[in-house]
């Protein structure tokens, strides 16, 4: 056994989980796992990057990248298996492999090691989960799943602005909106799809036009349909707020940091790589809610990310240790929810990011910690 793997017995040990690269090793962005394995080592824990090809749940040693802060050199070594694993795998695609499924499978049988957040979350099942428990169904926009153009005819009838948003979406790739009812305008509805950074913006006499139209963009992904939320301005530009809750030392959901994402003019989210920008929450909410109210949704904006936190916990089935959620503010104050990721991207607030890579080492390091046997439990 090399000199790192002797230590390593003694210390906790975390493994990045990523794919395999034929040429590089291993994907996924590495300037990312290096800030995550700095962290570790100024906090005391070993981090690694293991690859789906590496991992086999039973084993007591596999094959992990090191890399060596000094020289910033990876190497390939035999290490003893983690005590946790973070799943970073980077896409849904990457997930839904057979080999993928399997590996992701044995380790959650297996109890020599601890995987959090094993899978991606999607936006139908979490509506379901969030609609089905009273404390968190009155954040949920009223959402249906797109089973027939008759279905979405019908939800328009109730809905003067409706979102079309892919069950597995990202990045607000293949959002649509639809504008009905405005006065004073010709054409029976407007059409809004978010393209790169720009809008294509098409006008429709009647809900036959309309449908051909939005054929065209579906082909065969599954979508569901929500109720618009008119979002507060800043600067007379909509935002929305991006909130990362995480776990702690303690095993206890915290919110790590808010953060505000404002839409590009020409945009229908709020996401930055489309024209949006970032500002802090206060910023962004002062400008519709005065200094009075601000605090206030403030704190009710962390009390609904902790209980929806829990509640997507819960129902999911699994141990996960963070999450970032999509929350929207109405003009009147009102919280709603658009989506949560279990693979939240990198915040760029320098302060949210330092604390988010420091929780997952102390959540990491409560898991890794002999638990004293629960009394009042069954075990097993
Ligand atoms: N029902 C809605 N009403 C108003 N705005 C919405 C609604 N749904 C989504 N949005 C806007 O679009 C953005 C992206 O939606 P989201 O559900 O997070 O999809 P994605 O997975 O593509 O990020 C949200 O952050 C919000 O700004
Ligand atoms: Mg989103």
New binding site residues.
Partial sequence: MSVIANTLSTRTSLAILTMPDPEQGFRGNRANFIDLIQTGKKLGAFVYVLTTDDLRAGDKRVYGYVYNVENGIWTRQLLPMPHVIYNRLPTRTDEQLPEVQNVIKDCLKKKNVRLFNPYFFN?WALFEWLNSDKETQRFI?ATRRLSSPQELASFMQSHPMV?L?PIR?????G?MRLETNTPGRKYWCKLIIQNHKKSIVTNHLNFAKLWTRIKQEITDEDYII????L?AESEGR?F?LRVLVQKSGTGKWFITGIGA?V?GVKS????VPRGGHIDNPHNALISSFGETRTPIILRKVNNAALTIARRIEKASGYKLGEMSL?L?VDRNGRI?F??ANSRPMKFDEPDIRETSLARIIEYTQFLSRPRPARTGKKSG
Wanted: aromatic share 10%; charged share 30%; no cysteine.
């Fill in positions: 936006k926009p979102y948003k979406g990202k990045a607000g790739k959002i929500q109720q618009g939320i979002l909509p929305d994402r839409a229908i989210t709020t996401h999509d929207g709603w658009f989506e």
